[in-house]
């Protein structure tokens, strides 16, 4: 089971936690832009375009269970119009954002951070979640022992979590 871009994020339960503004931004690629490098590709395109680095949260979901935001960075517009110039891993061609400053100061070993939320009350769903947010913080630490465990161990209620996700679709 993989994080996709949902077709709309949960609004009440964002609000539940302090997100009330979110924006619907559409992908242009600039020219050379990599997959996961979104940093990078927001300065290629600085150097050709006039505009700044917003740093914010992009979202993705695992079904209806579990809300994952990630750490991302766009272009602000002049016009303080958002643009996303990163290539999807989904294969889509607009994405969720949340502008947040702060996820700047949150960055380690040039890693941008991830915050990982059960949208239902399940218990393997929780587990997951716990395992998740531990491996965020191993993928910044640069712990591959400790990456190589909690995937196996994910890996481990995989059968459990795919039922979950059919009981709350």
């Known amino acids: ?5 949902p077709a709309e994020v949960p609004y009440e339960f ?7 503004a979110v924006e619907h931004l559409s992908i242009e ?5 990599l997959k996961l490098d979104c940093y990078n590709n927001v ?3 600085l150097k050709n375009n006039q505009g700044e680095i917003q740093f914010g949260w992009s979202y993705s979901q695992l079904g209806n269970i579990v809300l994952k935001l ?3 960075v766009v272009v602000k ?9 990163t290539p999807s ?3 889509t061609n607009k994405i969720f954002f949340t502008p947040d400053n702060s996820v700047g100061s949150l960055i380690s070993n040039n890693k941008l951070p991830a915050k990982i939320h059960a949208l239902v009350d399940d218990e393997i769903v929780q587990k997951f979640v716990k395992l998740d947010q531990l491996h965020n913080q191993m993928r910044l630490d640069g712990n591959l022992i400790g990456i190589e465990y909690i995937m196996n ?6 059968k459990r979590l795919i039922n979950a996700c059919q009981k709350f679709s």
């Open 43 to 45: 300065q290629k395109y």
């Open 29 to 33: 690629v600039v020219k050379g832009g």
């Open 14 to 20: 964002l609000n539940s936690i302090g997100i009330t």
């Open 153 to 158: 161990e994910k890996h481990l209620i995989s």
């Open 70 to 72: 990630t750490g991302h």
């Open 77 to 85: 517009r002049p016009d303080n119009s958002l643009l996303c110039v």
């Open 1 to 5: 089971m993989d994080y996709l871009i």
């Open 89 to 91: 891993e989904h294969n």
